[in-house]
C-alpha cells in the first residue's frame, strides 16, 4: 500500500487539495442554481406574502 | 496561521453565496414587500365572540374601498370558520386569522397563504391568488386529535365572477 | 492510563441512547405503515399521536442526549489523558438523567402526553412529562459542568499549550449545551410545570413559542458537532491521512457556537408574535451559521483527500476510490456528506426568510430533518459506535462487512424515505397527521409517495436492527479480545502558535451574551410590556 517515496509523500503533504476545490464548486455551484430555481421559479410565482 | 490558498479563497465564495442568499432576500424584502407574516397584535382568544372584528357575522371576506379584500377566519378545533369561502383571483387580500382554542396553522397548497395562528395573537398574511380553481386549506400544526380532519374547500374565481357573486348580495362564502 | 471507569461510563451512557433508538425506530416504522392508509387495521389517532411524541422525545431528546454524553467523556479522558473530573459527579448526572427519561416516558406511552417532541401550549400533557424533560436537562448539566471542569484542569495544567483539538470541540459543545438549554429550560420552569400542576392559570403561547425557538437551533449544532468532532479528528486517521487543517478547525467551532444561538426566529418566520425586523435579524444571522459548514466540509474533504492520494490516488478525483471505504467511519463520513448536500440545501430553503412560507409546516420539514439529522449526524454516530465499541468493551466488532451493510442500508433507506417526503411538502401536505382525509384530487397526486417512503422506511428498520446485533454481538458473544485505543487524527502543520482566541472560551462567551441579547432581549421583554391575553388549558 505504501510505495510512495519519502519525496512523493512529502509532495502531497504539501500540496493545495485541487480535486476538494473541484468537488465543492461543482457542489455549490448545483446549490445556488437549485435555490433561485427554487425562489423565483416555484417560491415567488405563488404569489406575494407580507 | 497557515492556511491554505484554496480553503482562504472557499472561504471567500462561501461568503459571496451567502451574501448573494442574503441581497436577494433583502432586496425582495424592501422593493418588492416579499416578508414573512409579521403583524404583532393582540386579542383575547377567549372573547373573540364579543370582540368588533371577529365575532361571527363580521367573519369572511370584505372588500375595502381600495378594492382589496380582507378575509377574516377563526380557527378552532376542528375547522375554519367560515366554513366556505369564495375569493377573487388576482386581487390583493389581507387574511386575518384568530384561534379560539390551540396553536394551529394554516396553508392553501400551491400559493403563499400561509401561517401560524397563535391564541391571544392576530395572525395577519397578505398575499394574491393567482390562479382559479378549488383549493383545500388545511390545518399545518398538530392541534390534537381531530388536527388531520381540520380543512376547508376553498374556491377561487376571477375577479368578474367575484363582483357578481357579491353583487347578488353574498359577502362571504 | 487505565481507563476503565471512564469506558464503563461511556457504555452506559451509550446503550441507553441505542436502547431508546432501537424503540424510536419500531415506533417509526409503524407510524410510517399506520399513515399510509393501506393497513386499516392498525389506524388509531391515538396510538399514532403517542407513538410520534414518543418517536421524536427518543430520537430528538434521548439518543442525543445519552451518545453525545458517553461520547464526550470518553473524548475527554483519551483526548486530555486525565481521569473523568468526578465519579459520583458523573453517575449523579446519569442517574438524574435517566430518572428524567423514565419519568417522562412513562405518559407518553400512556398517551397522556401527545403533544410531540415540541410540545407548544396551550395543548397541556401530563406534569410528568415536563418533570422528567426538566430532569433530563438538569442531568445533562452535570456532564456539562463536568467538561468544564477537566478542560479547565487541562488548561491549568498545561500553560499556552493548544487544547486538544477533540476536547475543544467538546468543551464548545458543553458550553454550547449550556446557552442552548436555557430557553427551555424558562419555559418549562416559569411556564409549564406551574400551569401543568395548576399553580398558574393561565399560559401565553406566544412566549412559550419564543422561548422554545431560543433552544430549537442551537441543539441541532449540539448533536452535530460530536459529529463534526469525528470528522475533524477520528476519520482522517482512520482513512490513512492527516487533519487538513486543526486552526480551521477551531474556527469553525467556535462560529458554530457562536452563531448558531441568535438565529432562532427561523422556527418562527410564520408566527404573529414577533416582528419582521428581528426575523430579518435572526434570518442574516442563519445564513452567517452556513460559513462554519461550508470551511467544514473543505477541510474535511481536503483531509480525505490527502489520505487518497497517500493511499495511491491519482488525478482529480481518483483519491476518492483510494480511500478504505470498508472502514465503517470513512463510509459513514462518505455517506454523511452526501446527505449533507441535500439536507444542507433544505436548510438553506427554510432559512430563506419569506421562502419558508413554501414549507413551512409542510411534510418538507420533516423530510428535512430526518435527512439532516436521521441522516448526516447519526450515520456518523453509528461509525462512532463500531469504532469506539471495541475499544470501551475490549472485545473485536463482531463484523466488519455487517457494520459496512449497515451504514449502506441507512443511507439508502434515508434517501428513499426523505426524497418523497420533500416533494409531499412542495405538493401541499401537511406535517403532523396522521391519516390523509382531505377531500380534494390534490391527495390522489401525494399517494405515490407514500408508498415509496413506506420501502424507505422499512429499509431503516432492517439497518437499525443490523446495528444492535453487531453491537451486542460485540460486546456479549465476542471472545476474543481488542486492546486499541482511540487514536485522533494529527494536523499536517504541527499547531505550533495558536491565538489565544482559537484556544479559549471567555470572549466567545462574552460575544454571545452581546448577541443574545440583541437577538432575544426584546423579542422577550416585549411581552412583559404589551397588553397580552394567556390562553387557557386544553386538551388533546
Known sequence: MNNLTEEERKKILESSPVGTWALIIIVSSGMVIAWLLMYYGVFLPRGPIG | MHIDKLEKKWAAISLLIAALFVSVILGSAFFHGIHAPSNVETIDSAKLHLSAEFAEDKLGAQQNPDGSLTVRMVAGRYGFFPKTLTLPAETNITFRWVSLDVIHGVHIPMTNMSTMIVPGYVAQVKTLLHQTGDYPMLCNEYCGMGHAHMWSNIKVVSKEQWQALNKQGENHG | MDNAFEKKLALSHFWVAFVAFALACLMGAYQMLERSGFFKVIESREVYYASVSTHGVLMGFVLTTFFIMGFSYYVAASSLKLPVWNKTFAWTGFGVALTGTVLAALPLLGGAASVLFTFYPPMQAHPL??????????GSWFWVASMIIMYMQWKKANPRLPVPLAMFATTANAILWLWTSVGVAVEVLFQLIPWSLGWIDTIDPGLARTLFAWTLHPIVYFWLIPTYTAFYCLVPKQAGGFLFSDE??????????????????????????????????????????????????????????????????????????????????????????????????????????????????????????????????????????????????????????????????????????????????????????????????????????????????????????????????????????????????????KVTDLPNYLNSFGLWNCVIAVFMLIAFGYPILQFFTMETFGSSTWGF
Not at chain 3, 465499541?389 to 462487512?401: E, F, I
Request: charge should be neutral; charged fraction near 5%.
Open chain 3, 129 to 138: 412529562f415536563y418533570i422528567g424533560a426538566t430532569l433530563l436537562v438538569v
Open chain 3, 248 to 493: 480551521m478547525a477551531r474556527a469553525a467551532f467556535i462560529l458554530l457556537v457562536v452563531f448558531s444561538l441568535p438565529i432562532g426566529f427561523h422556527h418562527l418566520y410564520m408566527d404573529p408574535e414577533q416582528n419582521h425586523g428581528w426575523k430579518i435579524l435572526h434570518a442574516i444571522g442563519t445564513f452567517v451559521v452556513t460559513l462554519p459548514t461550508f470551511i467544514t466540509g473543505f477541510t474535511v474533504i481536503a483531509s480525505l483527500e490527502i489520505a487518497g492520494r497517500l493511499r495511491g490516488g491519482k488525478g482529480l478525483f481518483g483519491w476518492i476510490a483510494a480511500l478504505p471505504w470498508n472502514n465503517p467511519m470513512v463510509l459513514a463520513i462518505i455517506l454523511g456528506l452526501l446527505m449533507l448536500i441535500f439536507g444542507g440545501f433544505g436548510g438553506l430553503v427554510n432559512a430563506s426568510y419569506a421562502m419558508n412560507a413554501m414549507v413551512h409546516n409542510t411534510a418538507w420539514i420533516s423530510g428535512h430533518f430526518h435527512l439532516i439529522f436521521g441522516g448526516t449526524t447519526i450515520i456518523m454516530y453509528f461509525g462512532i459506535a463500531y469504532y469506539f465499541w471495541p475499544v470501551l468493551t475490549g472485545k473485536p466488532l463482531y463484523s466488519n462487512a455487517l457494520a459496512t451493510t449497515q451504514l449502506w442500508t441507512w443511507f439508502i433507506g434515508m434517501i428513499i424515505m426523505t426524497t418523497p417526503w420533500h416533494i409531499l411538502g412542495l405538493l401541499g401536505q401537511p406535517r403532523r397527521i396522521d391519516s390523509v382525509n382531505y377531500n380534494n384530487l390534490l391527495t390522489l397526486s401525494w399517494e405515490p409517495y407514500e408508498v415509496t417512503m413506506i420501502f424507505g422506511g422499512m429499509i431503516l428498520l432492517y439497518s437499525a436492527g443490523l446495528l444492535i446485533y453487531n453491537l451486542a454481538k460485540t460486546q456479549f458473544y465476542a471472545t476474543e479480545t481488542y486492546s486499541g485505543e482511540v487514536e485522533y487524527a494529527e494536523p499536517i502543520h
